[in-house]
């Protein structure tokens, strides 16, 4: 981030300076390897650098710089395999002999700017960035050569896009206005997801295959524990923005943002709580407070605040008492915390979202359960 690389060999304990003297924007490990790749800005405003390491990042050769346009993207599938995206023409360009050489491998641009890959395997991937007015995400199935529109966004750009190795057929894609698109069939359908955010989204990784994280402007850190379906703002102690986020196991990730920022966290960003802390407005009691808007359609906001860090659940039930969404599962600090439950969100449970009628959100904490009722008009 910014216009130097950082390292650490103490899984993000301490990190040691690696200056590279331009701003960098993308940066990704080869699998299975030490490799690393970065690109970013070169000397001019159409010109990028692209930085090369074969031992960790601990040392650094230059292997590609163009002095026609600037490139924003890069991903390596494996030492020889490589895709470089253009973020001022729009092109994708290919390696197959470990960046000695690269070439256009779109027979026409796939979109305007591309700033980010997902590529799950040699053949097939995903591109998402900018169309012109519109975020979009472009599909492979040949190596980049040719590239198909599989969504058009409301949104300026569409910033990241990843999918967990088990499944990659479920992907998640981030974007401006805290615009979030998800796929659970490679992209042959893209459901729009409730953010509970407006700020603009820069990165977005999994975790598991139920963990996802989303970075953006402002220090925003959301987390969905569903899949995607329900999101929940973390604290990140910071307002300045983070462009990307990676995550080597369940709880341990990394983000990166403006001028070297770097956070690490090694328990899913759920932090602790100090004696200050709690002396500077934390909640005295556990209160579910009554959704708002009520009567809703389809999304209303729940708030709540407990006074210690404790494992939380926020379910919804029908009339009937039995389930049908869960909001929050995991472990939340002091303080107060807002959800948005979206009706249309739960189509995965029910056929076509919720119907009309009245429904029930109970709060349930190690020592407090509360329910209220809700009112859904179609």
């Given at each position: 981030a910014g216009d130097a690389m950082r390292r650490s060999t103490s899984g993000g304990a301490s990190w040691s300076m690696v200056s590279s003297g331009y701003p960098l924007?993308?940066?990704?490990?080869?699998?299975?390897?030490?490799?690393?790749?970065?690109?970013?800005?070169?000397?001019?405003?159409?010109?990028?650098?692209?930085?090369?390491?074969?031992?960790?990042?601990?040392?650094?050769?230059?292997?590609?710089?163009?002095?026609?346009?600037?490139?924003?993207?890069?991903?390596?599938?494996?030492?020889?395999?490589?895709?470089?995206?253009?973020?001022?023409?729009?092109?994708?360009?290919?390696?197959?002999?470990?960046?000695?050489?690269?070439?256009?491998?779109?027979?026409?641009?796939?979109?305007?700017?591309?700033f980010d890959f997902a590529f799950g395997s040699p053949d097939s991937g995903h591109a998402v960035g900018s169309g012109g007015l519109?975020?979009?995400?472009?599909?492979?199935?040949?190596?980049?050569?040719?590239?198909?529109?599989?969504?058009?966004?409301?949104?300026?750009?569409?910033?990241?896009?990843?999918?967990?190795?088990?499944?990659?057929?479920?992907?998640?894609?981030?974007?401006?206005?805290g615009f979030i698109l998800q796929t659970t069939n490679l992209?042959?359908?893209?459901?729009?997801?409730?953010?509970?955010?407006?700020?603009?989204?820069?990165?977005?990784?999994?975790?598991?295959?139920?963990?996802?994280?989303?970075?953006?402007?402002?220090?925003?850190?959301?987390?969905?524990?569903?899949?995607?379906?329900?999101?929940?703002?973390?604290?990140?102690?910071?307002?300045?923005?983070?462009?990307?986020?990676?995550?080597?196991?369940?709880?341990?990730?990394f983000a990166v943002g403006n001028n070297g920022l770097i956070l690490a966290t090694t328990t899913g960003g759920v932090v602790a709580v100090s004696e200050d802390s709690r002396r500077a407005g934390i909640p005295k009691q556990t209160v579910l407070e009554q959704n708002y808007p009520n009567p809703f359609n389809p999304t209303t906001r729940i708030k709540y605040q407990i006074p210690n860090s404790n494992h939380v659940t926020l379910k919804v039930f029908d009339i009937l008492g039995r389930e049908v969404g869960t909001l929050v599962n995991e472990t939340r600090i002091a303080g107060e915390h807002e959800v948005t439950f979206d009706a249309n969100g739960l189509a995965r449970q029910t056929a076509g979202g919720l119907a009309s009628g009245v429904y029930f959100y109970r709060l349930q904490t190690s020592n407090f359960v509360d329910t209220k009722k809700l009112l859904l008009l179609r």
């Amino acid at each position: 981030a910014g216009d130097a690389m950082r390292r650490s060999t103490s899984g993000g304990a301490s990190w040691s300076m690696v200056s590279s003297g331009y701003p960098l924007r993308d940066v990704c490990i080869v699998p299975g390897t030490q490799e690393v790749w970065a690109v970013g800005d070169g000397a001019t405003s159409l010109s990028s650098i692209l930085f090369h390491s074969t031992d960790g990042s601990a040392n650094w050769e230059t292997r590609f710089l163009s002095g026609f346009e600037s490139f924003s993207a890069v991903k390596f599938i494996n030492s020889q395999r490589g895709y470089l995206g253009s973020s001022s023409l729009g092109r994708v360009y290919r390696t197959t002999d470990g960046g000695a050489s690269w070439t256009n491998a779109s027979t026409s641009p796939p979109m305007v700017r591309v700033f980010d890959f997902a590529f799950g395997s040699p053949d097939s991937g995903h591109a998402v960035g900018s169309g012109g007015l519109n975020g979009k995400i472009s599909f492979t199935t040949n190596s980049g050569t040719n590239w198909s529109t599989q969504a058009q966004t409301g949104i300026p750009s569409l910033r990241a896009v990843d999918f967990y190795p088990s499944d990659p057929n479920i992907r998640a894609a981030v974007g401006d206005s805290g615009f979030i698109l998800q796929t659970t069939n490679l992209g042959q359908t893209w459901i729009p997801r409730i953010s509970g955010t407006t700020r603009d989204l820069e990165g977005v990784a999994y975790a598991s295959a139920s963990d996802i994280y989303a970075v953006g402007d402002l220090g925003t850190i959301i987390r969905s524990t569903d899949g995607g379906g329900m999101w929940s703002e973390q604290s990140s102690g910071t307002t300045s923005t983070l462009s990307d986020v990676a995550f080597i196991s369940s709880d341990t990730g990394f983000a990166v943002g403006n001028n070297g920022l770097i956070l690490a966290t090694t328990t899913g960003g759920v932090v602790a709580v100090s004696e200050d802390s709690r002396r500077a407005g934390i909640p005295k009691q556990t209160v579910l407070e009554q959704n708002y808007p009520n009567p809703f359609n389809p999304t209303t906001r729940i708030k709540y605040q407990i006074p210690n860090s404790n494992h939380v659940t926020l379910k919804v039930f029908d009339i009937l008492g039995r389930e049908v969404g869960t909001l929050v599962n995991e472990t939340r600090i002091a303080g107060e915390h807002e959800v948005t439950f979206d009706a249309n969100g739960l189509a995965r449970q029910t056929a076509g979202g919720l119907a009309s009628g009245v429904y029930f959100y109970r709060l349930q904490t190690s020592n407090f359960v509360d329910t209220k009722k809700l009112l859904l008009l179609r």
